[in-house]
């Protein structure tokens, strides 16, 4: 079993910048590969972006090209999310999630651990 737990999120101001952290424990299985996604109210869960095992690889939604960076460091386990120019529609939960095939893939289901999610509002 992995354990994936989210921080990082809170309230922030249009155009600010948050660094969400995904801190795992547990047994990990390596090379996997760690995705974000963030959810709304009546809405499906929407990818966010993905990184590789070793991190050379990264893939972002459109929607976040140019204003989010996703990192990791196998040392400590931890997978980040580093948000700038913030608008309100990137209010939402942000969960990390982690496949343990090694894919580099947006679809939800292909991910086999979860955390619990941490909230992102963005205010106007």
């Known amino acids: 079993q992995v354990q994936l737990v989210e921080s990082g999120g809170g309230l922030v101001q249009t155009g600010g910048s948050l660094r969400l952290s995904c801190a795992a424990s547990?047994?990990?299985?390596?090379?996997?590969?760690t995705g974000w996604f963030r959810q709304v109210p009546g809405k499906e869960r929407e990818f966010v972006a993905a990184?590789?095992?070793?991190?050379?690889?990264?893939y972002y939604a459109d929607s976040v090209k140019s204003r989010f960076t996703i990192s990791r460091d196998n040392a400590e386990n931890a997978v980040y999310l580093q948000m700038t120019s913030l608008n309100p529609e990137d209010t939402a939960v942000y969960y990390c999630?982690?496949?343990?095939?090694?894919?580099?893939?947006?679809?939800?289901?292909?991910?086999?651990?979860w955390g619990q999610g941490t909230q992102v509002t963005v205010s106007s």
């Open positions: 990184i590789t095992f070793r991190g050379d690889i990264t």
């Open positions: 547990g047994r990990t299985f390596s090379p996997y590969t």
């Open positions: 999630a982690a496949d343990k095939f090694g894919r580099l893939t947006p679809t939800t289901r292909a991910y086999d651990y």
